[in-house]
């Protein structure tokens, strides 16, 4: 990446001034990219006057909307860091954040003006609505260094303590570049954003990167199934991301079966598996749903899968797009094709590390530069990658290693299976067994998933128990909280021997 960046918004502003740039849904604000500027400018004199200075923290709890791009692009603007605060947390959740982060002030919406007083009782506290639109200065805009924080995007915490990942400029750019190139990204793109703009999903896949192509950006202020359905069957959009529980929402809709979908050119998906059921449901209407794997440190686009291998590869996670190098590896190197080992990422999209936490830093990357995933996968000699498991989330059962993740994607595969989750308990003859949570389609038993594992799996990675529920706990881009699942004492014992 370049070491000094344009400024991006003020490019984009003056190659198409009077294209839409954002629209809000509900309200119908529509803002060009002319107006987008302004307020950008608005914004970052509202912060200059609050006394915000360059490497300053700008926390923000807002729904999603055109305010939030603004503030983003004024505190580049400005030189200060963005904060993105999750306001589904809980006071305590947040002050733990702000207090990592450390932020001279808090911008917020109506809506959470409370949650962030009560997060944070000494922090000035401004109010979005109060920027207003400004004319650009006279002067030539200042440069962006590609290396400069642009904004901290705090971790789930759902395997501990959430940390601050680092977001460049340059970094930005080059998820733009993994973006555009992945799934052809185009000027006149209309994308709906359904994820929350506190999330590096809601930010970058694929928001930013569309109002870089001088795109659309449609927000509506929450995921509704009916009102998405209706803005893609009147052709308003043409670029879809969501998380597999939206797409089951959608196909779950009344309308899902009359919709037509035809103006969408990619579907894409994230954040958890998809179910081969809900693969077929979308390929019986003519669409591909496009799954992929990238995390917060990874910019984040990482792996894509292309069209013409949906169908065929439905557990596959893609390939490498177009910056981004990925190994599978071990504590010795990179293993052969079809061995398992720890998926890694090299490229101008990784971030730097943490902030203010050297250590989590050194530890999420091996000696040569490669950015642990944590995820265990394959590869396989066409290049197409396939998660196994979490390392973290590995158990031991009769001696052998069990990845639950490999367990649920075959699981996933069952006709009647919508949701699964997989987690080591404690065996009384295998020192670990693994135990499933399910959510099903229809009448069956367990008997009957105990015969579905055993025809892909061996005998000692087919779960001894299941549970099965109406809904998995899940977080905002649908990893399950597996830390929640507690195994009830009536659960279904899965009459599975190991071997």
Known sequence: MPADLPDLLARRAALTPDRIAIEETASARRLSYAGLDRLAWGMADMLGRAGVAPGDRVAVACRNGASFFSLLFACARTGAILVPLNWRLAGVELAAIIADADPRLIVT???????????APSLPVLALDDAREIDPPRRPAPTWPGDRIWSLLYTSGTTGRPK??????????????????????????????????????????????????????????????????KAIGVGEVTMMFAVPTIYQRMADHPAFSTTDLSAIRHWGSGGASLPASLIATYAERGVLLCNGMGMTETGPTALVMDRDAVITRPRSIGRPQFLVEAIVADDHGPVPDGEAGEIRFRGPAITPGYWRNPQATREAFDADGWLRSGDIGRRDANGYFEIVGRSKDMFISGGENVYPAEVEAVLLTHPCMREAAVIGVDDRDWGESGHAFVVVMGDVRAADLVAHCRASLAGYKVPRGFTFVESLPRTVTGKVRKHELVVPSDSVAALATTG
Do not use: W
């Not at 919406?109 to 997060?119: I, K, N, T, V």
């Not at 694929?206 to 509704?224: K, N």
């Open 164 to 229: 601050g990942v680092i977001q460049t400029f340059g970094m930005a750019l080059a998820n733009h570049v993994n973006v555009r190139e992945g799934i052809d990204l185009r000027g006149e793109d209309r994308f709906l954003c359904l994820l929350p703009n506190f999330h590096t999903a809601g930010i970058n896949l694929y928001a930013l990167p569309v109002l870089f192509s001088g795109g659309c950006v449609l927000l509506p202020p929450e995921f509704d199934a009916g009102a998405t359905l």
């Open 109 to 119: 919406d109506r809506h959470f003006a409370p949650l962030a007083r009560e997060a």
